[in-house]
């Protein structure tokens, strides 16, 4: 049956392998398999085919350990009728194109080419088009383009008939990308290592700060939450503009031809073609501000301005509309087909077109009870005549909604009153789908909706019932600190609402979804949809004297990221809030420092003058000094791996809002720099200082170092220099600092220690040395100290002063592999652990704070506790499985005036909130 596997044939490998590659059988290729493991690639198959086997290439000159085996990691295969290869990547990126030589349908040799260089991928894809997908490992993804397939060039061959002793391998020289072309890339946190939420920008919203990647393709990223804007032009006009309009000569244009702007006395009409340029033949009223302008009919103009309305028709001739007697108008909503004006006096006047394209008046006129303040008309639904629904805001806090149909001209239909005034509205269908799809929410056609800006800066979102007019279900949210004015928008082919206040957000249906989502770009004041051949899908819009054409294209993210490179891991950063710069600690197992990369290189440059020869002596001077002077980056052709005890560190301080790095101050080779604090010693008040933690020769498994270091960094020059003062010798490595009760408190192994700032050195004060394995996490309220182990959950400790002892108070009872904890409040943490769990603790309400020392173990015979552990128990309130490893958490409000939550992320490049309920219903 089908779900039955028979092994068919096994034989023993002579040594281990990592990675199987199919090779295409049938009409496509000869089958069987290729096998890689360290250092080799092996062609396997059945019957009489023998074992192909050929080494897999090294870099010429490398500073990796030169008993380090190559291994392939992941593979793409690529098959055509006439041809098939595959591209082998090695663990430093390097891509290899694999091809086999085949004859009678036996395989008889294995031939490699280096291809180009990539970062490290978990897989890639050959796309049928000629494109290359890379999955990285760690950081950004990327999209290359095939541009050639490495047949024609200089590049040598490796072959498996070539004549190699054993234990010897091929030789090549890495390069930038030739066959290859970078089109796209995709931006990954993987691994977000550390993330801090603070507003250093002074946005009002708080950005959210993320040490991610690993090793030179490492970067602090600042995550503003937000739309990315592409800014297409600016231009300065000659006043401060009141607003702007784009308008289509005929429904069938595809493009907009006019962009109209209107001053506080007058309106410029600018033609849109290969350069924008003032018109006057356009039958629009220039010497008058306008209240609005847009295109009727099918190939008619209009414009309503204070005195009139005017009816520009397709040849030209202009009917005019005049305001009676020394009223004018103040408010007016156009669509389409329908035109509804607001005269001086809460006076409603309405004009429909009819089948020949004339505007016609309604008879009646209708008087509103208060002043209108704003009106909007929904979008006439295809194969109708005419828009249902006129809403109207008026002056005593009350939206209306009044019928157009020709049965109830001008009748109040349904009624809401709003917390505020309303500032302006719009009707718009949302979420209706294209091609068959379901559209939000289900409904194929969309949903109406009417949406009010309010003028204290919160966005109303109410469903219009289509039928009756009814409005039901209201949502709100609050924009900003200005009056919020709605502009239709297209995005994608669909309508949008551009929502402009302190700040500009959109709202927009993408992917069967709505979004509400803010623009990172200044303050806007009117908007409008802008289309042209160089900008098919964008807005125009004017911020103070300028006019603007923007264009938006990554729908549907949430963040816009700014990214500063850095050379090492980052493993933990702090931000000095004085001057809102950032110093973090960056540290690499494995790697060398610019210092060891560069003796080294000269070390090998002069071992190659030694091997050659007196008549390669020129030859050999040429070739080190080429290899002196070549720099490829580590970002893209991976860093030197020189052996596990080695280990690279340097100290960063960056100014996160211009991404600059101000500083650098590089560590001692195999000195790793694992934790930072910025401590304000209460012996000397008004200083900052950066303490690094480091510990030398660290070997991983079992856990230890020759010795460990706390180097303290004064912060001088306003923020912007790190100034080294001293460091003190410890007996461990140093996993977590804190700033406590104006001193520092450090977990080093299983130890708690505070130390105080001296003239030569810090002063040990007092120690704990009761925790079982290693401290991964320190966080301290008042006197408490939580503290997370490496394994065994949190324990909670308390500082007593007056006898300067740290006293465990509780711990838990159920292990836990603590990654990281977050404060909630004096008695309660949220903990992170290894597995991808967050459990929130908390002490219970009985417990006391009153614990002492027990020098003599009397007490300890009667009060030993659950478990020989601490006297006290802490619960577990509730538990929320993530599934990845939690890095960091913190509790903040991510909008001004919202709610607290906790914000994690892990090791995958997650961001993510938990937002606590408020009640249990």
Known sequence: GLNHVVRKYTEPLDEPANLLIAVPGGNDGPSGVLVCSENYVTYKNFGEQQDVRSPIPRRRHDLDDPERGMIFVCYATHKTKSMFFVLAQTEQGDLFKITLGVEDDMVTELRLKYFDTVPVATSMCVLKTGFLFVASEFGNHFLYQIAHLGDNDDEPEFSSAMPLEEGETFFYAPRILRNLVQVDEMESLSPALSCQIADLANEDTPQLYVACGRGPRSSLRVLRHGLEVSEMAVSELPGNPNAVWTVKQTVQDEFDSYIVVSFVNATLVLSIGETVEEVTDSGFLGTTPTLSCSQLGDDALIQVYPEGIRHVRADKRVNEWKTPGKRTIEKCAVNDRQVVIALSGRELVYFEMDPSGQLNEYTERKEMTSDIICMALGPVPASEQRSRFLAVGLADNTVRIISLDPSDTLQPLSMQALPAMAESLSILQIGGSSEGQEGVGGNPLGT??????????????????????????????????????????????????????????????????????PLSYEVLEYASSFSSEQCPEGIVAIAQNTLRILALEKLGAVFNQQAVPLQFTPRQFVIDTSSNNIVVAECDHNALTDRTKQERKEQMAEEMLEAAGADEREAAQLMAEEFLTENLPDADFTAAKPGPAAWSSCIRLINPIEGTSLQQVALKQNEGAFSIALVEFACRPDEQFVIVGTAVDMALAPRQCSTGYLHVYQITDEGQKLLFLHQTPIDGVPTTLVPFQGRLLAGIDNMLRIYDLGKKKLLRKCENRQLPNFVTSLKTIGSRIFCGDVQESVFLFKYKSKENQILMMADDTLPKWVSALCILDYNTVAVGDKFGSINVVRLPADAGDNVEEDPTGNRALWDRGVLNGAGQKVEVICSYHIGDTILSMQKSTLIPGGAEAITYTTLGGAVGTLMPFTSRE
């Not at 924009?479 to 297209?490: D, M, Q, T, W």
């Not at 994608?492 to 069967?512: I, M, N, P």
């Open 448 to 517: 109406l909706f009417l949406n009010v800006g309010l003028q204290n800066g919160v966005l109303l979102r109410t469903v219009l019932d289509a039928i009756t007019g009814d409005l039901t279900d209201t949502r709100t949210r609050y924009l900003g600190s200005r009056a919020v004015k709605l502009f239709n928008v297209k995005m994608q082919g669909k309508d949008a609402v551009l929502c402009v206040s302190s700040r500009s957000w959109l709202s927009y249906a993408y992917q069967t979804r709505f979004h509400l989502t």
